[in-house]
């Protein structure tokens, strides 16, 4: 089966999961937000390849439909065991937030599912710029508007200039991996200081992707990072065991 028969028959047949990686203060090492990310149950097909076609094909809407009210449901049942809650972040991709019906759909849900809006938050990245770009930013703003959060992914791997920092309603910059790949080496680490330093005064949260050692996280601390996500502290965690973070994070 090709990819996009896979995608329809997980969307017929309630086929995708969602894992829960936790995304922790680099000062208390507590878990501050969970980062949702999608799966297809018994199957090796990685979101890393089949999210583009979804995007390319408009599946994503559907998709990314699914993955929000299931946000909603997991909060749901947490909250009705009165566990202490912590954000959920929603990857979102630059196809739905122009989907007219998203802002409807999320006002919905929160009343639906009684949860409080500062417990979602979503993930877009700066590929939403690159068409409908003031009807876009018009779109997010409305959303925001409900009191959620706004995280800028992956950045340090797009092309576009810098000035859309100072215009976009984000509250938090996502550094991708590979920057701290490229610059966390012993000479090259006034880079990443010196854009933490420049995200700080533009009054954004860090959060650094992928972290994967110890070294990494000591130096990614000393330069002052908000916020870690990485194999170091946790790999994504299915519902249950991300409950039992929520349970012993007090
Ligand atoms: O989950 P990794 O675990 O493999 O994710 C690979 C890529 O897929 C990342 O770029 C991530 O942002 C994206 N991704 C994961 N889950 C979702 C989702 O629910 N929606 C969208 N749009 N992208 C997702
Ligand atoms: O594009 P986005 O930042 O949403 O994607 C997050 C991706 O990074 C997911 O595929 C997730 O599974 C993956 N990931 C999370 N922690 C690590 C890590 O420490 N190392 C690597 N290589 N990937 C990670
Ligand atoms: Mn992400
Ligand atoms: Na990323």
Redesign the pocket.
Known sequence: MNVISILRKSIEEDQFKLLYQPIYDSVSKKASSFEALIRIKDSSLSPGVFIDIAEETGLIVPIGRWVLQEVFKQLQFWQDRNFDLIPVAINISPRQIRDDNLFDFIKFLLEEYEICPSLIELEITENMLLEDKDDNLKKLNKIKSLGICISL??FGTGYSSLSYLSYMPIDKI?L?KSIKDKFLDRKDTEVIKSLISMFHGLNLKVVA?GVETEEEYIQLLSHSTDYIQGYLFSKPLNPEDAALILKTNQ
């Open positions: 992914d992956d996502k991708d992707e």
